[in-house]
């Protein structure tokens, strides 16, 4: 029988994962890593604040799922063969343990990304691996029943099987030769950013957080509830970044100019607030207003809706005049803010977009369209918030993809 191919583009987390499985599985198939740049697992390298945030700690796929603003039936499917466990276990066996933190978020116990690098690498080598640098695909076809692969420097080689895993792509035109290749494509766009605020004195307040918030994004549907960090652009923390991802088809046709709505006191709408204003006025009567901050807000967010409101720091609550009160109770409860534009949150992001879903099988991650193509990773229209959904996506689709490649390798009957 002759060696069956595997090639893989792209050197990151979800290709690194499909070849050393694909090997695990059928030590005898030959595995090519192909990689663009001079670079692997750059992104792997850089995650998390260099710490790569490997996983998250979630057990129920149900609960799991509900982080994936793109892709979350999908991910159902596929998180039955391979989830956060297995992630877990698959470390462990090679000496990598990973610790919790408070929220949740998965990080190697030695705080460092290159840990999990050098884990995978001797994977690689293990295995006996091979891979290419500085070759970028610029064509992926059928030619005479083999896939062919050609290179931006006009070489080429063939294939049995074809895993892409190149990542995402933030302009369409970098689609182009997936899209040649038969594929359909979700337009990208970015997901997991900041907000910029430049019209209000609110930047002013950098670096104060408040643990429990609701932020609304006005004439649309999308609502967060979580900590919110003020920033010296704007907005942050997890309800702002959480927003940007479910929201990130939204934002982008409304050119990141929209208007949102905070509530800084959850526990209260606008008509509780109010009742529990006038029980505030008789209990701290004699207080100045500014000394006695009865919602346990940093102070000086205290003091910045007490002066947006025309609020003289200094009178009593007994004094505090009834439209001054509304003003204040307005802020607290609906503050209106103007997002104009956005930033990188530099811990993670990931484009929204990508190989459209309904083109792969989430059981094999094989393509529909072009048999013996297998997909993993970004590449697909899959994208989760922030705390390692990303990349438990990209290994679960790696390993996905290895195994049912290796498998039909052994088993020319295998079904797919
Ligand atoms: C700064 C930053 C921090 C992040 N931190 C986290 C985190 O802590 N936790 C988390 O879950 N997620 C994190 N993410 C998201 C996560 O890194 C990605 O979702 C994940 O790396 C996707 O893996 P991938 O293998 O699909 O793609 P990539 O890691 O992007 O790898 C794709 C590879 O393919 C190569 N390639 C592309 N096109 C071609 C081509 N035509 N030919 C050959 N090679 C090609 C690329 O050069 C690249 O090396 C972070 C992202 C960023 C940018």
Excluded at 135 to 146: A, D, P, Y
Excluded at 183 to 202: A, K
Excluded at 248 to 268: E, G, H, Q, T, V
Aim: net charge positive.
């Amino acid at each position: 029988m002759n060696k069956k191919r595997l090639v893989v583009i792209g050197g990151g987390a979800a290709g690194f994962f499909c070849a050393i499985n694909a090997a695990a599985v059928n030590p005898a198939l030959e595995i090519v890593i192909i990689e663009k740049t001079t670079k692997l697992l750059s992104k792997v390298k850089v995650s998390g604040g260099g710490r790569c945030n490997v996983t998250h700690s979630c057990f129920s796929i149900a609960e799991m799922i509900k982080n994936y603003p793109r892709g979350e039936n999908f991910v159902k499917k596929a998180f039955h063969k391979f989830f956060t466990s297995d992630t877990i276990i698959f470390f462990a066996k090679r000496g990598v343990q990973l610790k919790t933190e408070p929220d949740g978020r998965m990080f190697p116990v030695t705080n460092s990304s290159q840990t999990i690098i050098d884990c995978l690498m001797n994977e690689i080598n293990k295995h006996g691996i091979k891979i290419m640098m500085n070759k970028e695909v610029k064509k992926l076809s059928v030619v005479s029943g083999q896939l062919s692969i050609e290179f931006a420097n006009g070489e080429n080689t063939s294939s049995d099987y074809v895993c892409v895993a190149s990542g995402g792509f933030s302009k369409t035109i970098q689609f182009n030769w997936l899209k040649e290749s038969g594929h359909s494509i979700e337009e990208p766009v970015p997901s997991l950013f900041t907000f910029n605020i430049p019209n209000d004195p609110i930047k002013e307040l950098m670096g104060i957080s408040v643990e429990k918030t609701i932020v609304k994004i006005l004439s649309t549907k999308f609502s967060q509830t979580g900590p919110v960090l003020i920033t010296h652009w704007g907005l942050s923390g997890p309800a702002i970044l959480k927003l940007s991802s479910f929201a990130a088809r939204d934002l982008n046709k409304m050119n990141y100019d929209f208007k949102i709505s905070i509530n800084w006191l959850p526990a209260y709408n606008e008509q509780t607030l109010r009742e529990r204003f006038w029980v505030l006025r008789n209990e701290l009567a004699s207080q100045k207003i500014i000394n006695r901050n009865p919602f346990f807000l940093p102070q000086r967010l205290w003091e910045y809706f007490l002066q947006q409101s025309g609020i003289n720091g200094n009178i009593r609550w007994a004094d505090l005049p009834a439209k001054q009160q509304n003003l204040l109770i307005k802020r607290l409860c609906a503050q209106e803010l103007h997002v104009k534009g956005k930033t990188t949150f530099k811990e993670e992001f990931v484009t929204a977009g990508g190989v459209k879903l309904n083109e792969i099988d989430a059981n094999t991650m094989q393509s529909k369209i072009v048999p013996n193509i297998f997909f993993a990773g970004e590449v697909m229209d899959v994208d989760g918030i922030t705390g390692g959904f990303n990349f438990q996506h990209a290994w679960t689709s790696g390993w996905i993809a290895g195994k049912a490649i290796a498998e039909v390798t052994l088993n020319r009957n295998a079904i797919l």
